[in-house]
């Protein structure tokens, strides 16, 4: 099974910021890629930001310019950092994993989330 450490959520005044991270852990066979989704309440669960670990990334419009996604010289982790944050932000953030099974196919995993609260 995969487990997932994350950490970095809070509550922040509109403007600041925070950095979000992410290690995913046990049965896994070669992550390629790691990132980020959130869900609002209400709200379809969106992406924010993707890496892969031959350093391609992909954002979310709403985000570009603001966040940056970044990889660990660990192929398991992932970072987000997060400035100019709005209140439309707020929502719980989930770290997201595509794992390259042996036969060349592919499992998407996302973790429990974590909360990240922006105040006007």
């Known amino acids: 099974q995969v487990q997932f450490v994350e950490s970095g959520g809070g509550l922040v005044q509109s403007g600041g910021s925070l950095t979000l991270s992410c290690a995913a852990v046990?049965?896994?066979?070669?992550?390629?890629?790691m990132g980020w989704y959130r869900q609002a309440p209400g709200e379809q669960r969106e992406l924010v930001a993707v890496?892969?670990?031959?350093?391609?990334?992909n954002y979310a419009d709403f985000v570009k310019g603001r966040f940056t996604i970044s990889r660990g010289n660990a192929k398991n982790t992932v970072y987000l950092q997060m400035n100019s944050l709005k209140p439309e932000d707020t929502a719980v953030y989930y770290c997201?994993?595509?794992?390259?099974?042996?036969?060349?196919?592919?499992?998407?995993?996302w973790g429990q989330g974590t909360q990240v609260t922006v105040s006007s």
């Open positions: 997201y994993v595509d794992d390259e099974l042996a036969n060349a196919t592919r499992r998407q995993y």
């Open positions: 046990g049965r896994v066979h070669n992550i390629d890629v």
């Open positions: 890496g892969s670990s031959s350093g391609r990334s």
